[in-house]
């Protein structure tokens, strides 16, 4: 697919010369290089509320919101007071720090069951070391992950992941030793008898199942009623444990991510693991659970996890301000939001004719192009991704940036006033006659 633009994208276009020379694909994140979509990626020059702005000078409504980070919009005020006197007292000290403590106490003060957390640097390094405490804690080896579900690059969590991963169809990753691969049993979504065959089958080699809490990564797909409290049960009589990730769905699906909404009925998960909007923006995630089992890291225990820069002041200090910041009102507006953009698409969509069914996981959303439901990985492949490539161009032409894949969920912000609102269902009609124009 080449881009028609009409916009100026010269600097970007010489940007990305540039970057191919010194950067694989000239990318520091696979998606970021518009593969699947075709054309030139945009190279941002700045971002405020929910706009973003190209070194080419073209604004956009930002519907990627970092994928998923700045969830109270780009440069907020109180984030950027608290990382400013951050940095102000220096930018890592290798040493505790006072934040971090904050930082913690307000994550278990969110998710009940979260006793105890650590803090790292990325969801990756946060699944990773969930991976290793959970086998450190069941002494046994094996994974159980979910097709379209991503939990980062981890060795063992590549399988048949969401994401990229999903975006370029890849199996899974070079470069994994079979010994590695070997120990994930992959399953498909939603699926409660493929989950009691693989218990029934290796149920005393599972260390634990990890699962999204509600899968965003290969477009939202929300457990089906009973799935989630499957994988809590067969977990909990066959020893495993339960990881639940929530890198994406943390503070954002409510204060208490996917579990503040549904995670009372289905069962307390072992493990949990954050990152994106507990960061605002700044390299930091977490993971944590039970206390018996955090007591179990070093240096109180024998599984071992460390971080130089984990923890670090100033990203810690603009999480901190980002959970602060999501008050009721904020989690009402991006309702508000996503309800409005998600109902303009199905209003063009149907007038058009255009096949598609919106997906949610409280205000995370999605957009499949197939008129079927989507309950797993192989459903979302079935989609019309052609027909969600020549969708994004005409919005990107129109000045909104959506995620450049149709294996995403859409972002909104707390910061998505009523004028970025209205330039979306504005380039709806246009990009929907691109959509039917093939
Ligand atoms: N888990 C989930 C559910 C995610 O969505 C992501 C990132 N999209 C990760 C883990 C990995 O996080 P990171 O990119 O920060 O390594």
Sequence with gaps: MTDRTTQPTARSTALLERARTV??????????????????????????????????????????????????????????AAVREAAGRGFSFGTPSENEVALAEEIVARVEPVEQVRLVSSGTEAT???????????????????????????????????????????????????????????????????LETAFAEHGAEIACVITEASPGNMGVVPPQPGFTAAIRRLTREHGALMISDEVMTGFRCSRAGWFGLEGEQDGAPDLFTFGKVMGGGFPAAAFGGRADLMRLLAPEGP??????????????????????????????????????????VSETFTAAGIPHVIQWAGSMFSVFFRDQPVRSYADAQAQDTAAFGRFFHAMLEQGVHLPPSAFEAWFVSAAHDDQ???????????????????
């Design 23 to 80: 950067i694989p694909g000239g990318v520091n994140s696979p998606v970021r290089a518009f593969r699947a979509v075709g054309g030139t990626p945009r190279f941002m020059a700045s971002a405020t509320g929910p706009w973003l702005t190209d070194v080419d000078g073209n604004r956009y409504v930002d519907l990627i919101c970092s994928w998923g980070p700045m969830i109270l919009g780009h440069a907020h005020p109180q984030v950027e």
């Design 420 to 438: 970025a609102v209205e330039q979306v269902l504005r380039a709806l009609p246009a990009a929907a006659r691109a959509v039917t124009a093939s």
């Design 303 to 344: 599984v071992y996890q460390a971080g130089t820069l984990s923890g670090n002041p100033i990203a810690t200090a603009a999480g901190l301000a980002t959970l602060q910041g999501c008050t009721d009102e904020v989690y009402a507006r991006l309702d508000t939001v996503a309800h409005a953009i998600a109902g303009g």
């Design 128 to 194: 990773m070391s969930a991976l290793r405490l959970a086998r450190g804690a069941t002494r046994r080896n094996k994974v159980v992950k979910f097709a379209g579900c991503y939990h980062g690059h981890v060795d063992a969590l590549l399988a048949q992941a969401g994401s990229g991963v999903a975006t370029f169809a890849l199996p899974d990753s070079a470069g994994v030793p079979e010994s590695n691969a070997h120990d994930t049993i992959v399953l498909p979504y939603n699926d409660i008898a493929a």
